[in-house]
């Protein structure tokens, strides 16, 4: 029986998200909207990824115009078809909404496919066009071509295991500790499961005779080691629970040990001022500094393809979204509660000179493409507002003794067209776990140290 092909008509959302996705819908119809082109043409010469996205949809249309009419149709080499469609103007929405809109225009078009008997399908990453269309009696679907599992089942780095006392006592003394003895109840016997390990994944390994005896490891690939900075307290910084010491451990870590350092947890958890004392302390307190200088990005949605267009310098132009590392400079520099904020001007003074003598350098992510960057400590704040290719395109960006620190809260999203799924935070973590240049911690929201109040509201909301 020959199977009923599907139309999928596809916003421009989708395409410049993610311009492959017109690969990806096998031997079906795909169809463009003749406004999706106009809306496309407006970013043709945009220097951003978005820019990027239309160019290349635009590079694979004209490529197909030339094997036939794209009016009515070209094949496609995966069997399906893709056209651009012109008809459809006259086909009736409700009488509140205005015709001439774009996303109305786009569901004249699935109105008028649909009472012409085609299985359409909108491809669209608004909510709201997703819900007009279904008051329509339009099926509609997201497009997620690289995506994470539901937050709850990502990977957090981190994991609680059992093993005898006899086996932790001697865990103590060697250093070492089989996965073979580690379970994942606290009832370890022959019948258990093995503990599936991931490479540079932290255990907490608790007694299973005596909830009070724990010790903190982490699996090197071959056995389950100590923490070999559990000591150290970076430019004077002490962790206050396990996550800190986890997150403490894969900071600690040289470029050549651990290049890719994945941070996430709640606010309040320490992540960005946990990055900055290690750096700190990598650049200004140990001898012979592995790193040249400290650079902190900071993504915003919409400012960060806006850049060029903004009045002043560079720095002048990212100021205001790096505040938050202010914020966190200004308790590292005078760690003395009661005297921090005796003198604000000398306060300033002594984070400004961080900046003046170019310890700590600011950029928007827009300026890191097409870079090779050296011996540099770079941490990319928030990075949950990072698509998977912006991610990407970082991490590719790392030279000879770079170490790039990603840190965010997947549940804290401001990308109109990201999740909690596809955000590029979430993404990386997914591809690069098990890698042993990359070692990840989830902060659990019990781990809060910023005040009573953020925990309270942490653990409540």
Same mark, same amino acid.
């Not at 359409?120 to 995506?147: C, H, M, N, P, S």
């Not at 890191?368 to 507002?385: L, M, P, T, V, Y």
């Given at each position: ?18 311009? =492959? ?122 497009? =997620? ?10 990977? /957090?780095?981190?994991?609680?295991? =059992? ?69 150290? /307290? ?215 140290? /910023? ?11």
């Amino acid at each position: 029986m020959k199977k009923s092909r599907k139309t999928f008509v596809l916003d421009t959302n989708v395409l410049l998200h993610t311009p =492959y996705a017109l690969y990806s819908f096998d031997d079906n119809n795909i169809v463009i909207p003749e406004v999706v082109l106009e809306e496309l043409d407006k970013f043709k010469k945009d220097n951003s990824e978005l820019g990027a996205n239309a160019r290349h949809v635009a590079r694979f249309i004209d490529s197909l115009r030339e094997k036939g009419n794209l009016n009515k149709g070209v094949k496609l080499e995966n069997g399906g078809t893709l056209r651009i469609e012109m008809n459809f103007h006259d086909v009736k929405l409700p009488e509140s909404w205005v015709g001439t809109v774009n996303d109305n225009r786009i569901l004249k078009v699935c109105k008028g496919l649909h009472e012409n008997k085609e299985k359409v399908y909108l491809i669209t990453k608004d909510v709201f066009a997703r819900i007009k269309a279904d008051v329509l009696g339009i099926e509609t679907q997201d497009f =997620y071509a690289e995506q994470a599992p539901v937050y709850d089942e990502q990977y /957090r780095g981190r994991l609680d295991v =059992y093993t005898d006392e006899s086996k932790l006592n001697d865990f103590y003394k060697s250093s070492k500790l089989s996965p073979e003895d580690v379970c994942v109840t606290n009832i370890c016997s022959g019948m258990n499961e093995k503990v599936e390990l991931v490479v540079n994944q932290f255990l907490i390994i608790h007694s299973s005779s005596n909830h009070k005896k724990t010790a903190l490891g982490r699996y090197d690939g071959k056995e389950i080691v100590p923490l070999n900075f559990i000591e150290e /307290r970076p430019f004077g910084v002490t962790p206050r629970n396990a996550g800190q010491k986890f997150m403490q451990e894969s900071l600690m870590y040289d470029a050549d040990k651990a290049p890719l350092v994945i941070i996430k947890g709640s606010a309040g958890t320490a992540k960005t001022f946990y990055s900055l004392a290690v750096g700190l302390h990598k650049l200004l307190t140990e001898r012979g500094a592995s790193y040249r200088k400290i650079l902190v990005c900071r993504p915003n949605v919409k400012f960060d393809e806006d850049i060029g267009f903004l009045p002043g310098t560079e720095q002048e132009k990212i100021a205001p979204f790096l505040r938050p590392v202010i914020d966190n400079l200004e308790v590292l520099i005078d760690n003395d509660d009661r005297e921090r904020y005796s003198s604000e001007k000398e306060l300033k003074d002594k984070i400004d000179e961080l900046f003046d003598r170019k310890i700590i350098n600011t950029e928007a992510i827009a300026f890191i493409r097409g870079r090779s960057i050296i011996k540099q400590w770079i941490i990319i704040d928030e990075a949950q507002n990072l698509t998977p290719k912006q991610v990407k395109g970082i991490i590719t960006r790392a030279g000879m003794g770079t170490k790039i620190i990603l840190i965010g809260d997947p549940e804290q999203i401001d990308h109109p067209f990201l999740d909690i799924r596809t955000n590029g935070l979430s993404f990386a973590a997914e591809k690069m776990k098990g890698s042993p240049l990359c070692f990840q911690i989830t902060l659990a929201d019990e781990e809060c140290e /910023r005040s009573e109040l953020a925990y309270e509201a942490a653990r409540r909301m």
